[in-house]
């Protein structure tokens, strides 16, 4: 038993060791991100970052003979806000594949994290092992 013991410790020791390699390679993944979304009718292209900044905007020039200001302000934002949600996507897929098993479900579709899933499920469950109520 205490040789099973050691042989675990060592292997979370090498896990721990390996963490910021894995940290340095999530981070420049999810910095290498970005996102393009066109509007609904195809009037307009959108790129975002990872961190959901516009990096580009196009439109075509047909748009903007025949769409007024409101109708083409409002293909600029739902291209914008498709492009972003795919950005998340995409960020949390990266994120999903770093972490333990266990973890991964944490991480929903939309790349938003699930906290509450991460936590213990009932407050015993948080106390460490070997104390006693």
């Known amino acids: 038993m205490r040789m099973d013991m050691r042989a675990e ?5 090498e896990e721990y060791r390996g963490l910021p390699s894995l940290l340095d390679r999530v981070r420049t993944e999810v910095a290498g ?69 266990g973890f991964a479900g944490a991480i929903r579709a939309d790349g938003t994290i699930d906290v509450a899933s991460l936590l213990p499920r009932r407050p015993i469950d948080a106390r460490p092992v070997g104390d006693e109520l």
Not at 9 to 13: A, G, V
Not at 35 to 44: E, I, K, N, P, Q
């Open 33 to 101: 991100v970005s996102a393009t979304a066109r509007s609904s009718d195809g009037c307009v292209t959108v790129t975002v970052s990872s961190r959901g900044e516009l990096a580009s905007l196009h439109i075509d020039e047909s748009a903007l003979r025949r769409l007024d200001a409101a109708t083409l302000t409002a293909h600029i934002m739902q291209a914008a806000v498709a492009a972003a949600a795919d950005a998340r996507r995409r960020i949390g897929a990266v994120v999903s594949d770093a972490l333990p098993a």
């Open 9 to 13: 410790l060592e292997s979370l020791l």
